[in-house]
C-alpha cells in the first residue's frame, strides 16, 4: 500500500465525510506529514520541476471537485469521471506530467456523491448507453484502499441500466472490488507494456506478471476486462518484444473461463515538443525515444502538433497486432489500433 510523505487537506474538504475519514487516517500514521491548508490552494510544494516532482509524487491532496463540467473522453468513453487526479507511479512517457506539470501530487476528490450525481444527469440526458472512464487524469487504483472510491462508483454503475463505468490501471490492489455488484456495467483493464520497457520507463509500477494476475482475478469476479498496450514503441526489435508480451497473455489466458471478451486498445507512441522538454527536464538522462527527426509531425484535435511513427511503421504495426491477436485461443475483441 503507497505511503505517503505528506497530506495536504484543503479546506473544504473536512466539510465531507470522506475528508474527516481520511484525516483520521493519515493522522494516525507517524510518519505522513499532515497539513491542513488554510484555503483550497495547494502551497508548500519545491519551485524547481525536478524537485517538485519528487516532491508532488510522495503528496497527496484531499479536495473537493468543483467543477462539475465532464471532458469528453474519446476514443475511450463519452465522458471522463474524476475521482482522482494524479498518479503516484513516475512513468517517463506519462501525459500527466504534460497535463499536471505544475500539479504532480495525487489528488483525491471527497465529494463523491456530487460527482456521481453529476454522472446520472449526463445518463439521463444521453437517453442511451453512456460510458464513462475513470482513468483519464490519473490512475486511480493505488488510492482505492484509503477512498474506496471506485468501489462506490462501481456499486453506483451497477444500479444504472444505461450508465457504463471503465478505468484502466497498471496497479493490481483490487481485493477490495471483488465481492461488488458490478452488474458487468464496468470494464477493468489494465496497462501493459513489453516487459523490457515497463523495466526501464515505468518506475514505481507493478511488474508484468503482477498486473497479468491482477487481469485473472478481476477475470475471476466476472468483470468485464482487456488490455490498453501503451506506448508502443516501434523501434529495433520492436516485434520480438511485443510478440514476447502477446504470448505471454496468450498462455495466461488460454485456460482461463471468460464471461466476456478480453478486449484490446493499443496505441503507439507519440510526443508532444512541451512533453520532450518537461521529461528532459524531470528524468535528465532519459532513454525515451524521442527524435523528431525520424518521426511524422502531426496536428491534434486540440490544436498543438504532436510527433508520431511513419505511416508506414504504423500499418506494419496495425497488422503486427490485428494478425497475433487473431490467433488468441480465448475470445477477445480489438477496440482499436492507433
Ligand atoms: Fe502515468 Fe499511468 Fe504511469 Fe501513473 S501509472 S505515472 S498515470 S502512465
Not at 493505488?142 to 474506496?148: A, I, L, R, S, W
Request: aromatic share 12%.
Amino acid at each position: 500500500m503507497f505511503i505517503p510523505s505528506s497530506v495536504l487537506i484543503e479546506k473544504d474538504a473536512l466539510e465531507y465525510p470522506l475528508g474527516q475519514q481520511l484525516y483520521e487516517t493519515f493522522k494516525e500514521q507517524s510518519k505522513v506529514d499532515v497539513v491542513l491548508l488554510k484555503s483550497n490552494r495547494v502551497t508548500g510544494l519545491p519551485k524547481e520541476r525536478r524537485e517538485k516532482y519528487e516532491a508532488g509524487k510522495k503528496t497527496i491532496v484531499i479536495g473537493v471537485r468543483k467543477t462539475m463540467k465532464f471532458q469528453s473522453c474519446k476514443p475511450s468513453a463519452h465522458f471522463q469521471l474524476p475521482l482522482v487526479t494524479g498518479c503516484i507511479g513516475q512513468c517517463e512517457y506519462c501525459y500527466l506530467n504534460t497535463q499536471f506539470g505544475d500539479k504532480p501530487y495525487t489528488r483525491v476528490y471527497v465529494n463523491v456523491d456530487d460527482i456521481l450525481g453529476q454522472a446520472k444527469k449526463y445518463i439521463d440526458e444521453m437517453k442511451e448507453i453512456t460510458i464513462f472512464e475513470g482513468a483519464a487524469t490519473s490512475d486511480p487504483l493505488p488510492m482505492e484502499d484509503y477512498t474506496h472510491s471506485l468501489a462506490k462508483t462501481i456499486n453506483f454503475f451497477g444500479l444504472q441500466e444505461k450508465g457504463r463505468f471503465r478505468f484502466v490501471s497498471k496497479y493490481n490492489n483490487v481485493d477490495s472490488l471483488l465481492g461488488l455488484d458490478h452488474g458487468n456495467h464496468t470494464e477493468i483493464r489494465f496497462s501493459i507494456n513489453a516487459e523490457d520497457i515497463i523495466k526501464k520507463f515505468e518506475h514505481k509500477t507493478p511488474s508484468l506478471s503482477q498486473r497479468l494476475l491482477g487481469t485473472q482475478i478481476v477475470i475471476e469476479a466476472k468483470y468485464p476486462s482487456g488490455f490498453i498496450i501503451a506506448p508502443v514503441f516501434l523501434e529495433e526489435g520492436w516485434q520480438k518484444q511485443y510478440g514476447n508480451l502477446l504470448d505471454d497473455i496468450d498462455r495466461t489466458f488460454s485456460n482461463v473461463m471468460l464471461d466476456h471478451p478480453i478486449t484490446f486498445e493499443i496505441i503507439s507512441h507519440r510526443f508532444t515538443a512541451r512533453a520532450k522538454n518537461i521529461i528532459n527536464e524531470v528524468f535528465e538522462n532519459s532513454e525515451l525515444p524521442m527524435d523528431e527527426t525520424e518521426r511524422k509531425f502531426k496536428y491534434g484535435q486540440f490544436g498543438y502538433g504532436k510527433y508520431v511513427y511513419q505511416k508506414e511503421q504504423l500499418e506494419e504495426m496495425k497488422m503486427f497486432f490485428q494478425q497475433r491477436i487473431e490467433k488468441f485461443s480465448f475470445p477477445h475483441k480489438i477496440l482499436y489500433i492507433i
